[in-house]
């Protein structure tokens, strides 16, 4: 049997780095290193987790806790790295593991002497109406809450160390022991008794600040900083609700462009430096959960709730001083249980909330047909509907995408949940055929300088260009005024043209009239001077009356007005 999640976690370690805000890394963020790998990494790795931090999943029974053999890798993700190649980036093998929890008989389906539809055939299979079903394991109706926790929680907690984002969910039709199985009783939780009652939160929670705790100590040299902060939410009736602050209502899912991360808007996030910090928000949050009492479970919850806590780690690499940042996403996903209203005999409120539950199951149940299809046929579709419930919207990165996910489908052994407890084991089946796209989350500051000088070009670029967009707006502006000024020289020499032409015309016609004139004239003064004799000619031509002397200032005249058009 392998472990949940856990080839992965098994040869790495717990890896931290510092945090550096908000969301967690989102399945487009570029993957530095892919911890999975056959073989165990170079010895003497700092990091290398203990080996007995992530033991194999195996048989639940008190009795029988075999560890099974790994489970092959079936097929190789496509991982590309963020800056620069990174050949030992290797495919991390993302199968969801599922594993089956079987409720203990209950009083509320008067199942003192239960007449059972379900028999565990092995650690991992089941039987029911001469039909086996085989998982990652299945754990039967004498499993603690401790042996169910042992080989779950472990995995979980190293995968998140290690950078890969992590899921667990569970799923069940109501009264199968979804919630007991993944908070437990409040009254464990808030620490008033029954602590081997808790349910999975808190061990998970226990057991991360144990190996926070080791890891720090292991690596003081490496100046191991952790963050962890946590927030609380519930989706009934298609709207989401802050638990940690109820008033905060119909809160809205957003996608983060650059990132593609997907974050619920004004959701209240806490950080958490110990257990009794996590404790305090479960309480809290669980409080606040809605729930209501059915016929098929007196405390039984309403709404599908997610606790999600960002983790974050910060370390130096001895040799070059430099720092490594690793982040991961832990999400705990309670989902409300299935319920066929005829046998709840719901009404009015519960009607509503029932036909809200069914729905968005049956949508995770059509995206898990369509991611499990996606995985075993190799081919991708073009549209794989996430928008249509917010459930889907607000977790698909756990469903299909940058995510370990583990899903524990509990069931009720009792025959008269036969045909829920069949549906709930084929859904079951076919979450089991899904692969995620799991990859460590981590920068290194070499590659984070990388990508500050990569930024810096690029915001050169931007100024650059907002440089080059105003000149090109004042060149623009220029460009107008001197076309509109070139139009009007254009006009005007236009005009100036006409008026020259027209002028020219007269002053042509001037001069032809000029020249008529003064040909005119010499013609007559030809004639003249042999008509007299002419003796010092201007005083001559001046003493005569008419004539030449009149003629010669005419002459004059014309001379000069035939030089003005010239010119
Ligand atoms: N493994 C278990 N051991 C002991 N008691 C259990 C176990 N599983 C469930 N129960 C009990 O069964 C009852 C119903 O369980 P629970 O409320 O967890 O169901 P649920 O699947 O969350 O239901 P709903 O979907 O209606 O919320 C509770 O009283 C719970 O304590």
Redesign the pocket.
């Known amino acids: 049997m392998r472990s949940l999640i856990s080839e992965h976690a098994r040869h790495s370690p717990a890896r931290p780095p510092p945090f550096s805000g908000g969301e967690t890394p989102s399945r487009r963020r570029i993957p530095k290193e892919n911890v999975y790998s056959g073989t165990a990494p170079p010895s003497g790795d700092p990091y290398r987790s203990p080996s007995s931090a992530a033991k194999p999943l195996g048989d639940i029974t008190p009795t029988l806790n075999r560890a099974l053999p790994p489970r092959p890798l079936k097929r190789k993700l496509d991982v590309s790295p963020a800056v620069g190649p990174r050949p030992e980036a290797e495919a991390a093998d993302s199968g969801v593991q599922v594993v089956v929890?079987i409720?203990?008989p209950?009083s509320v389906e008067g199942e003192e002497a239960p007449d059972t539809c379900l028999c565990k055939t092995s650690a991992n299979s089941v039987a029911i109406q001469g039909q086996g079903f085989t998982f990652d394991a299945i754990a039967d109706?004498a499993?603690t809450q401790e042996e169910f926790f042992t080989p779950v929680g472990p995995p979980l907690v190293e995968n998140c160390l290690a950078g890969l984002n992590s899921s667990i969910f569970t799923y069940?039709?109501?009264?199968?022991?979804?919630?007991?199985?993944m908070w437990g009783?409040l009254s464990a939780t808030s620490g008033d008794s029954m602590a081997c009652e808790r349910g999975l939160a808190p061990l998970v929670f226990e057991h991360l600040f144990s190996r926070i705790k080791q890891e720090q100590q292991k690596h003081k040299d490496k100046e191991l900083i952790y963050s962890c902060t946590c927030a609380f939410l519930d989706i009934y009736n298609e709207q989401i609700t802050d638990l940690l602050d109820p008033m905060q209502k119909n809160l809205q899912i957003r996608e983060d462009v650059k990132t593609a991360c997907v974050y619920v808007e004004s959701l209240t996030k806490e950080s958490v430096f110990a257990m009794k910090d996590v404790a305090q928000l479960l309480v809290k949050g669980l409080a606040n959960r809605r729930?209501e009492s059915?016929s098929?479970?007196?405390?039984?919850?309403r709404s599908h709730c997610v606790f999600t806590c960002v983790i974050k780690s910060e370390s130096k690499n001895l040799e070059d001083g430099s720092n490594s940042i690793r982040m991961s996403r832990m999400n705990l996903v309670?989902l409300?249980?299935s319920e066929r209203q005829k046998l709840t005999h719901a009404a009015g409120d519960r009607l509503k909330e029932a036909g809200n539950i069914n729905r968005s199951l049956s949508a995770l149940g059509n995206l898990i047909n369509i991611l499990a299809e996606i995985s075993q046929s190799g081919k991708q579709r073009q549209h794989v509907p996430y928008r249509n419930s917010k459930l889907k919207f607000l977790l698909q990165e756990s469903l299909g995408g940058n995510a370990m996910l583990a899903m524990i489908c509990?069931v009720s052994p009792s025959e008269s949940c036969k045909s829920e407890t069949l549906s709930t084991l084929r859904f079951a089946q076919r979450a089991k055929a899904v692969k995620n796209r799991a990859v460590v989350n981590e920068e290194k500051e070499d590659d984070v300088n990388a990508l500050h000088v990569r930024m810096k070009l690029l915001k050169d670029n931007i100024v650059d260009a907002a440089d080059w967009a105003e000149a090109e707006s004042k060149w623009m502006a220029l460009a107008d005024e001197l076309r509109a000024e070139l139009e009007a020289s254009k006009s005007l020499v236009g005009r100036l043209r006409s008026e020259l032409e027209s002028e020219k015309k007269c002053s042509k016609e001037a001069l032809e009239a000029a020249m008529q004139a003064y040909s005119r004239i010499l013609v007559q003064y030809a004639e003249l001077e042999e008509k007299y004799i002419l003796d010092g000619v201007e005083g001559q031509l001046k003493d005569t009356s008419e004539g030449p002397g009149e003629l010669l200032v005419r002459l004059k005249e014309a001379e000069e007005a035939t030089r003005i058009a010239e010119h």
């Open positions: 929890r409720r203990p209950c109706a499993s069940g039709q109501t009264g199968s022991g979804k919630t007991y199985t009783p729930t059915t098929a479970n007196a405390d039984s919850s309670d409300a249980g509990t």
